[in-house]
């Protein structure tokens, strides 16, 4: 299965955890937990508050480490959802 990864979070996803798009299809831009049938599922989120997501993602996870959520925060600016309020 392919790899994407996710233009808002960042996140790895696969086809099987894509997003959706209005009329049902797979959004391969977006996770499921970012976009759902043609929206984002947390419309009002801003780059600050995903980056303390992420690092309280971090905390909780094991498997996710500081330096790893570290470094998702860096490439975060590159990502579409993203890339506009950098202009
Ligand atoms: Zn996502």
Redesign the pocket.
């Known amino acids: 299965m392919k790899t994407l990864i ?6 790895p ?1 696969t086809t099987a955890t894509a ?1 959706t798009n209005r009329d049902k299809s797979e959004n391969l831009d ?6 759902q049938v043609g929206a984002f599922t947390d419309k009002s989120l801003n780059l600050h508050e995903l980056e303390v997501k992420l690092l309280e993602m971090a905390e909780v996870h094991e498997d996710i480490s500081l330096e790893e959520a570290q470094q998702l925060i860096k490439k975060l600016p590159e990502l579409k959802r993203w890339r506009m309020d950098h202009i």
């Open positions: 996710c233009q808002s979070c960042g996140w996803f997003g977006y996770c499921r937990d970012c976009y």
